[in-house]
């Protein structure tokens, strides 16, 4: 546990050397950086030694805040988690170190810095907490640090308008979070973990409650379907590093405290994993619906954050359906995919969300549509990307793969059938990864493919290897997790086991014969990727000694085509789009050309968040406009003030007498 | 002694009522100092008292601020700021009687459900604290002056001079005396106060305060 500390210490110092430094920039980028790996590296070791088994004693030391104590430890749950949270720290910190510098002016590098290294800091503090009230600060430290980070550029009005979201769903979220802590705590008598499961209730309403208030709270933090909404406004403004963290990393925050609420029960009635499943099943494929219908390349990523967290829901579902049952092997199935997409979906989405903030900076806008031909042009960023579009469509040889393929095998498995409900889910889950199959296809193929649609994507160029390193090792990380599956299913495996305090009731079931295809699957599709790279390579050979030339495309014998006339992603997208409006409620404006001579004409589409522009921003401009009536009591005017008391008065005596 | 208590009682409402209804502002205080004079002899026939040293102190205390020196701090304003003679009520004279009627009424109503200490006083005595009061009140309701809303301020102070009668014989002298001293200190601030609104929106209408909002 010292060298936990030790890397805490390391990643406050990173933190905070970034302000006094911040007069020599490249002194406090290397510095801070230097401290940032350091702490990250020191923490990951120890995440890595306690999952290969390895245990490390408990940590506990008086502290003067009312009902805390700093009691921190390590058991395999906290230990899986921190290792996306060293790792994508490590690489975004980089990548960061790059992005700032080429953001010179529209940045402050020591800001970012500063809440980077300390959203870490307290994340890691958060996962080893082992008493409520030290939980509780080193989550509202984590959450104010991604305020911070959602907000560095709030001279635009829709980063003010993302962080008032923001800030306005994190403290709901901590209130539920308060609520059900004070609860347990007033129950148990003490705020420490292992004193607050001992004493949960048994089955019945008054632990029902704590599960809701637990699925409120943590739900808003992870992005379950209706309390997503922050999402699509925070990701996109943040600097693109801090939106690799907050969707790879920070959003995960909510599925370790649900997961650990779950460890302390002690029986876990079926609707909860029943409940689990519904919010997996529409969390995955209303995010990734809404994610086909974004122009806005980083807000497409938020939604496929919904989608994501969506299948870890149904991993967890199909987790707690097996402690419900008694069923090891559905246990353990359940909560490793859970787990192992955790792990996944933090590699695959922060990659995507470096690409994006590669591509950002070079076209300087986050609009799919302007882009294109960058394939050409951003050669090393569309191959990373490219690795993580694969991968968050769950295509084999990659991660996705991997922990998808577990969740399909929880579902449909003959051995572990225990509900007939997780047919609709695993159906949900088949659309889920078609659609975003679909929606990789469109952003990757407008961004990448065809030619520049715009002056700024004709001049893109990779960028430096500062920013292009991280993004390698990530997709290496992919490409490693997909080929070599077992150490990483073990190691998640061990955590399910501990979840369900698995070592008394089943024995360790073994995964065995949800992996033996996987190694299949997964050659098979290495081997397809290696093909095609046979065949390109034979095509540079036989090219070799020839002159090659680029021509325009064949445009059906039209005289002047311009880039203008390629497919655009919402063209791609529209009959998809058009399939589901009952669900997307696109609104579209249309000028269409007239007369023969047509001088001008428009398209525009937009999809309005169903929670948050149909529901809770109508609400509240309703409840706005109730309070706007209520002040024309405040006027200014002394006599009516006066009036006012002078009838509370009358009335209080009419009243009491 | 009990009818004249019980006059001197009327007598104070009727000039509730006279300050209702009337439109100068110097007549406004001049029946202000008069209602000082009938509630500082008013103790005297209340209690069928010997004439002790601290009632006739009181009294004098009473008559000298209240019938005398906040009238002429009054006065004094109204001359030194030009203010106009016009009382400019939101509600009209008329109106104003009316509701004064209410008021008397509703105190009266009011005055019978109010739990008392035990003791014997005049049975007028409750309604008519609070019917002061309420007038004092809805002066400063109704009228748009800031002078206005300080003798509203001293009538409503006067109904309240007249419940603590009640409780005459428990409250120490010294508390009164602070009363009083209060009373002085509040027209007194009140004083600068106008001199201040009138200075700064050439004006001592209250409504002009609105600019000051947000």
């Known amino acids: 546990m010292r060298l936990f500390l030790l890397s805490t210490a390391l990643l406050t110092a990173a933190a905070t050397v970034s302000f006094p430094s911040a007069s020599r920039p490249r002194l406090a980028g290397g510095l801070s950086l230097a401290l940032l790996a350091a702490g990250c590296l020191t923490g990951a070791a120890l995440a ?105 550029q709030d001279r635009k009005p829709e980063v003010r308008r993302a962080g008032f979201v923001y800030i306005l769903c994190t403290h709901s979220a901590i209130l539920c979070l308060f609520v059900l802590f004070a609860v347990m705590g007033s129950r148990a008598g003490s705020m420490e973990f292992g004193a607050m499961a001992a004493a949960l209730p048994g089955p019945g309403p008054a632990l029902n409650g704590l599960f809701a208030l637990a699925l409120t709270g943590f739900g808003l933090k992870a992005g379950f379907m ?31 405290g649900l997961l650990r609420f779950i460890s302390m029960c002690s029986s876990v009635p079926p609707a909860w994993g029943l409940v689990l499943l519904a919010i997996g099943a529409s969390s995955s494929v209303l995010g990734v619906l809404f994610a086909l219908a974004q122009h806005d390349l980083k807000r497409l990523l938020a939604y496929h954050s919904i989608e994501n967290i969506g299948i870890i829901a149904l991993g967890m579902g199909l987790g707690c359906l097996g402690l419900s049952h008694g069923n090891g092997l559905l246990v353990t199935l359940g909560f490793s995919a859970a787990l192992l997409h955790v792990l996944n979906h933090s590699l695959f989405k922060s990659l995507l969300f470096l690409g ?45 793969f991997v922990s998808e393929w577990l969740v399909y095998y929880g579902l449909l498995a003959r051995e572990v059938r225990v509900s007939q409900y997780a047919m609709f889910a695993a159906a949900a889950l088949a659309m889920t990864g078609a659609l975003a199959a679909a929606c990789f296809t469109k952003a990757y193929g407008a961004l990448t493919l065809g030619e520049p649609r715009g002056p700024a994507a004709e001049r893109a160029a990779d960028p430096g290897w500062t920013m292009l390193g991280p993004m390698a090792f990530l997709a290496a990380a992919c490409l490693g997790i997909g080929l070599l599956p077992r150490p990483f299913v ?40 290696l093909l095609a790279g046979l065949f390109w390579l034979c095509r540079t050979a036989l090219l070799a000694g020839r002159v090659v030339g680029a021509g325009p495309t064949w445009g059906c014998g039209f005289t002047a085509p311009t880039p203008r006339m390629q497919y655009t992603a919402s063209s791609y997208a529209q009959p998809l789009a058009r399939a589901f409006d009952g669900l997307l409620n696109e609104v579209t404006e249309f000028a269409p050309p007239t007369g023969y001579w047509p001088r001008r004409a428009s398209f525009e589409a937009h999809t309005p968040d169903p929670v948050l ?6 609400a509240s401009a309703r409840a706005e406009q109730a309070f706007v009536r209520a002040r024309r009591m405040q006027h200014g005017r002394l006599q009516y003030y006066l009036l006012y008391v002078f009838a509370f008065l009358v009335f209080v005596l009419l009243w009491k007498l | 002694m009990d009818q004249i208590s019980q006059l001197l009682l009327v007598a104070t409402v009727f000039l509730g009522f006279a300050l209702l209804g009337s439109s100068s502002m110097s007549g406004c205080v001049n029946l202000l100092a008069l209602q000082g004079y009938c509630l ?57 009687l009316l509701i004064g009627v209410v008021i008397v009424g509703l105190s009266v109503v009011l005055g019978q459900r109010l739990p008392l200490p035990p003791g014997n006083h005049s049975g007028l005595l409750v309604p008519i604290s609070l019917a002061t009061m309420m007038m004092g009140l809805f002066l400063t309701v109704s009228r748009l002056k800031a002078l206005t809303q300080v003798i509203g301020y001293l009538v409503f102070e006067n109904g309240i001079y007249l419940f603590g009668l009640l409780v005459f014989r428990e409250t120490p002298w010294l508390l009164e005396m602070g009363i009083l001293l209060d009373v002085f200190a509040a027209v007194f601030i009140l004083g600068i106060v106008i001199q201040h609104i009138s200075r700064q929106f050439d004006s001592i209408h209250t409504d002009k305060l609105t600019q000051l909002k947000e």
């Open chain 1, 48 to 152: 890595l030694f306690v999952l290969a088994g390895g245990e490390v004693a408990p940590l506990g030391a008086p502290w003067p805040v009312p009902l805390g104590s700093l009691q921190l430890a390590l058991d395999p749950l906290s230990a899986f988690f921190l290792v996306p949270i060293y790792t994508v720290a490590l690489a975004a910190g980089t990548y960061g170190e790059g992005y700032l510098e080429r953001a010179r002016g529209r940045l402050d590098a020591s800001y970012v810095r500063f809440f980077f290294s300390l959203l870490t800091a307290s994340m890691a503090v958060a996962v080893c907490a082992r008493n409520a009230v030290l939980f509780l600060v080193g989550w509202e430290i984590m959450a104010l640090c991604a305020f911070f980070l959602v907000c560095a």
């Open chain 1, 226 to 256: 209706p309390f997503h909404f922050w999402l699509p406004e925070a990701h996109p403004v943040a600097p693109s590093h801090a939106s690799a963290m907050l969707s790879g990393v920070v959003l995960k925050m909510g599925i370790y």
């Open chain 1, 356 to 400: 994006a903030g590669a591509y950002d900076q070079a076209l300087g806008g986050r609009a799919i549509e302007g882009a294109g031909g960058l394939l050409r042009r951003m050669p090393w960023t569309s191959t990373f990307s490219w690795v993580g579009a694969a991968a968050i469509c769950g295509l084999p040889p990659f991660n996705g």
């Open chain 1, 490 to 529: 073990d190691a998640a495996a061990r955590c399910a086991q501990t979840l369900g305090r698995m070592s008394a009731t089943a024995g360790s079931p073994s995964l065995e014969g949800a992996l033996r295809p996987l190694t299949l699957v997964g050659s098979v599709g290495a081997l397809a990727i």
């Open chain 1, 613 to 618: 522009d149909r529901a809770l921003l109508p």
């Open chain 2, 40 to 96: 500082s002899v008013l103790p005297f026939f209340l209690h069928h008292e010997e004439h002790s040293a601290r009632a006739v102190l009181l009294a004098a205390g009473m008559a000298f601020l209240k019938g005398w020196l906040v009238p002429r701090i009054l006065l004094h304003a109204i001359r030194e700021v030009r203010i106009a003679r016009e009382v400019e009520p939101l509600v009209g004279y008329v109106p104003s």
